[in-house]
């Protein structure tokens, strides 16, 4: 595997279930990155992971939950979900400091029934 | 980070060059610019960034206003690979964490 995975590419879970997603970053980078994509809206920065501390949350709810337990993998853990959490959430890796490009993965997209 | 201001949408024919301008009046002395772009059903790749200077790689030139208050990404010879959203973000580099802001973007359509 090159670059950054995600798994799964897809996923349908009711409100009521818990689910995580994946990242992987096979890039040796020392950043790791949460969006969520919008239908009709703009990339929303969710966390930053940066040398496995936390150092953004914008103000994201507490039923996501992220989870960066060493600089190649970082999870999203979901539980509870409303139907407008329906989005495709992307991770993003980089290695601090500059030039600062990020790399991202394919998403994944997210139906909350 | 400070904002940007990009056209909604451009059209290009296959073969043309295509110039994506993006205003960013407010742009401090810190402030990288950067482009990336988004193609359907992908995540945003990066394509170029710049300071001062301007600035080319194999997939775009970055040319920067003298003042910096406006950039604009020139893609020499559209094709339709480069159908994408296009998106201008500053970058401060005092910024350890690397964060990106995206806006809406330019969504380029090129036409064969």
């Known amino acids: 595997e090159t670059g950054v995975t995600q798994t799964p590419r897809h996923l349908v879970m009711g409100m009521t279930n818990k689910k995580s997603l994946k990242c992987e970053q096979h890039?040796?980078?020392?950043?790791m990155y949460w969006y969520k994509q919008s239908a009709k809206k703009p990339l929303e920065l969710m966390f930053v992971y940066s040398l496995e501390e936390r150092v953004e949350n914008n103000s994201v709810p507490s039923r996501f939950s992220p989870e960066c337990p060493n600089s190649s993998h970082l999870f999203l853990h979901l539980h509870t979900l409303q139907p407008e959490d329906s989005a495709l959430y992307l991770c993003?890796?980089?290695?601090?400091?500059?030039?600062?490009?990020?790399?991202f993965g394919p998403g994944t997209r997210l139906t909350v029934l | 980070d400070a904002k940007t201001t990009q056209p909604n949408s451009m059209e290009s024919n296959e073969e043309e060059p295509v110039h994506l301008p993006c205003n960013h009046s407010?742009?401090?002395?810190?402030?990288?610019i950067h482009w990336y772009r988004q193609l359907p059903s992908q995540g945003p790749e990066y394509v170029i960034h710049g300071l001062t200077s301007n600035v080319n790689n194999r997939m775009a030139s970055l040319a920067i206003a003298e003042d910096r208050k406006s950039s604009t990404l020139i893609l020499h010879r559209a094709t339709l690979r480069d159908a994408a959203v296009y998106y201008c973000i500053l970058r401060d580099g005092n910024n350890a964490g690397n964060m990106l802001t995206f806006g809406g973007g330019t969504r380029l359509m090129v036409k064969p």
């Open positions: 993003a890796s980089s290695q601090v400091g500059l030039p600062d490009e990020q790399f």
């Open positions: 890039l040796g980078h020392n950043a």
């Open positions: 407010t742009i401090s002395g810190t402030d990288y």
